[in-house]
C-alpha cells in the first residue's frame, strides 16, 4: 500500500487506543511544556478578535486538541480578558475526548472540520495537527519518479518503490532533483487548509497553525516515527507508535487561499507575543525550584537547538480582519 495509506491506518488506531502525552506516553507537546505556551496564543486570539470588532458570535475551533491542556489554558487567558467563547473541538479519539472532557466543560466534538457549523467567524488553532496527517512519498530513481510503498516480505514491513510513473504528481521545480531524492505531498492536509481558507472568506477570522516543517517546495524524507520519547522505526510494530512528516507551509497557504502572515520560528513568534513578560510575571510569586521550571520551559519552547526554530508558526486572516500579532 502506498505510504500515505499505511501512516492513515497507523495514525487512526494509535490515536484512537490511549493518551500518548507527556512524561507517561511517547512525546511531549508545548501545552505540556508550560502553561504559557496556551495562555499566550489565548492572548493573540483575543488580540486579534478585538481589533476586529470584537464580533458576539465565532467559532473557537481547535484541530486535534490532545488532551485539552491548550485550550483550557486559552480559555483562562481569554476569561482575563473577559470573554467566554464555545469550544468546538475536531477530535476521533474517545480515549482523547475523554481527557478533553475533563479539562474543557461544555465543549462540543466534531468527527471532521466540516461537521462544525460554518455559521459565524472562525478561530481556529491547530498546533502539531497536519504533522500526523498522511503524506505521499515520491523516490527519483534513473528512470523517473516512485510513489513509495509499504510492501511485507521475511523481515516483515519495510518501503518500496512503486512503479516509475509519478511525475506529474512532483512539483515542476523539482522534476530534475538528483537520483535518490525524495518529495513528500499531503492531500490531506492541503484539503482542511483549503476548507479552513473557504470559511475565513465567507465569514472572516483567524487560524494559527503551529508545527514542525518548511517552506516548500523541498526534497527530503521527513516520515519518522516515535515511541516512549525515542526514535522508531515507523514501518515496525503498525499503530503502536506515533508517525509524522514535516509540514510544508507553502503548500498549505496556497491551498487555503486567503492571507497568510509567516511561517516564523516558534521561538520569535512567542517572544513577539510575549513570553519572557509572562515569564517573569509567574517568576515573582514563584519559588526558587518553580523560577528554574520556568527558564527551563521557556528555553525549550523558544532556544535555536530545541523547538523555536524546527517549529515553525504560520497565520491565515479571513476578509477585513487584521493583520495578526507577532509576525514581521
Known sequence: MPVARWMGLCNSHYYAT??????????????????MFGELIGAWLTDVWRRAGSPDRVRLVELGPGRGTL???????????????A?????????????????VANARWHDSLDAVPDDAPLLLVANEFFDALPVRQFVRSAIGWHERIVAVGDAGFAAALGNAAATPLIPELLWNAPVGSV???????????AEIGARLSLHGGAALF??????????????????????ADPFADPGEADLTAHVDFTALAAAAGTAASGPTG??????AIGIDARAETLRRRATAVQREAIDAAVARL???????????VMALTGRDWPAPAGFA
Open 18 to 35: 490511549r493518551d500518548p502525552f507527556g512524561a507517561g506516553g511517547d512525546f511531549t507537546t508545548a501545552p505540556e511544556i508550560s502553561q
Open 71 to 85: 485550550m483550557a489554558d486559552m480559555l483562562r487567558s481569554m476569561a482575563a480578558a473577559r470573554w467566554a467563547p
Open 87 to 103: 469550544v468546538d473541538f475536531v477530535e476521533t479519539s474517545p480515549v482523547l475526548r475523554a481527557a478533553q472532557g475533563d479539562r
Open 183 to 193: 518529495v513528500e505531498t499531503s492531500l490531506a492536509s492541503t484539503a482542511i487548509a
Open 210 to 231: 503551529i508545527d514542525y516543517g518548511h517552506s516548500g517546495p523541498v526534497t527530503g524524507d521527513t516520515l519518522q516515527a516515535v515511541r516512549g520519547h525515542a526514535p
Open 266 to 271: 516558534q521561538g520569535d513568534f512567542l517572544r
Open 302 to 312: 523558544t532556544g535555536e537547538t530545541a523547538m523555536g526554530r524546527l517549529f515553525k
